[in-house]
């Protein structure tokens, strides 16, 4: 799994170019995925969809797919607002992973009187 930084903005392009093609380059040829984890993303814009879209495409060139994990909302619409949400699209984007909820052995015995 490839995981986004907070930042992704032009400025970040070339590391995350260079930090997902070594992410592409280690999937397996012929049906791999690569997952990217998108949870950690704050702020961002158009320079990462287009990497995206280049992941997409070199996956794909390679025989294998891309799957975005925890993508924040605003991805898909800005997404959509270029007029790329069919190529990423929102059913395609799977939610990120749940932390599991505390056990009850966690919790305090009693809760302090109001």
């Known amino acids: 799994m ?5 930042n992704a903005t032009l400025a970040d ?13 280690a999937v397996p040829a012929g049906g791999g995925t690569l997952q990217i984890d998108a949870s950690p993303l704050q ?17 794909q060139a390679a025989g294998g797919t ?9 991805l898909a619409d800005l997404a959509q607002l270029y007029g790329v949400e ?12 749940e ?9 305090p015995a009693e809760l302090p009187a109001t």
């Open 13 to 25: 392009a070339d590391t995350l170019l260079a930090g997902l093609t070594a992410a592409l380059a």
């Open 86 to 97: 069919s190529l990423l699209p929102p059913a395609a984007v799977a939610p990120a992973a």
């Open 66 to 74: 891309v799957e975005l994990v925890g993508a924040p909302p605003k």
């Open 99 to 107: 932390p599991p909820a505390e056990s009850p052995a966690e919790l």
């Open 43 to 59: 702020r961002f814009d158009t320079s990462l969809v287009a990497l995206l879209l280049h992941a997409r495409r070199a996956a």
């Open 2 to 6: 490839f995981a986004l930084p907070a």
